[in-house]
């Protein structure tokens, strides 16, 4: 497993008891997504979830439908803790490289997920590999928006490893035919800095941030972070990216 992905697996594993609760903006993405996987597909039977985390998603998606099969992959191992009682099989994995797994897969889903992801054309060409015809890609992502109020008081333009809507259809063009697109911003407001570190630290999202900070580093960030504050608080943006796909 590539560096970046172990670093990734220990920030995670570290906040499943802290996520639920953190994660307000990955829960909306949930719901968001689960509704518009009812506005637009036929009940699927069998199911792919790439990084289900503690089931945010998963949850909402099996409220609204029972599919046959339902396959559930994530890097960390302890996620299986948080599952018990859904009708599913959880399999430790990476699935950004699904070629453990056989499909044809009717549905393979997606939340706040492929923001990690170290090549995600390769993903999505592995991924219409695995669909049956007419088989349905749907996820929800992180576009280039979100946190740039973090990286600005470090001294850096906006996350340049997260892909915008544009960049994504570029990937998915011949690949998939659209169905559903959506793009949302959200903010949400703090007291202080380090309080929202703490909020990144308890998503486990610290993935793209430096590990270690320098006490003058912190400081200085603190500071510049202060000038960005707005009559409600500090705000933390977050750009949501939403696509159902059918497979041409």
């Known amino acids: ?44 039977q069998k199911v792919l979830e790439i990084g289900v985390g503690t089931g945010l998603f998963t949850r909402k998606f099996l409220e609204q439908f029972s599919p046959e ?10 996620c299986k803790e948080f599952l018990k009682g859904l009708p599913l099989y959880f399999v430790v994995a990476d699935g950004e490289e699904p070629s453990w797994i056989k499909g044809p897969f009717d549905l393979i889903v997606a939340n706040a997920t492929f923001q990690w992801f170290l090549d995600l054309r390769k993903a999505f060409e592995a991924y219409h590999q695995l669909l049956g015809p007419k088989g349905i890609l749907a996820f929800s992502t992180f576009g280039p928006q979100t946190m740039k109020e973090v990286f600005w008081a470090l001294g850096q333009e906006n996350p340049p490893f997260l892909l915008g809507e544009k960049q994504i259809n570029t990937l998915v063009a011949r690949l998939f035919t ?52 707005e009559r409600s608080g500090l705000p933390l943006t977050y750009e949501m990216i939403f696509f159902v796909g059918q497979k041409i």
């Open 1 to 44: 497993m590539k560096k970046p992905k172990h670093r990734l697996r220990h920030r995670f594993e570290r906040a499943l008891f802290t996520y639920d609760r953190a994660a307000v903006i990955q829960a909306q993405m949930a719901t968001h997504l689960t509704d518009l996987l009812s506005q637009t597909i036929a009940p699927p």
């Open 69 to 78: 099969t339902f396959v559930a992959t994530d890097l960390v191992r302890k």
């Open 178 to 229: 659209p169905l559903k697109q959506e793009t949302k911003l959200e903010k949400l407001y703090f007291i202080d800095p380090l309080g929202i570190l703490r909020h990144i630290r308890a998503t486990g999202a610290l993935g793209h941030l430096p590990p270690r900070w320098s006490l003058k580093r912190l400081k200085a960030w603190q500071r510049r972070y202060l000038a960005l504050k």
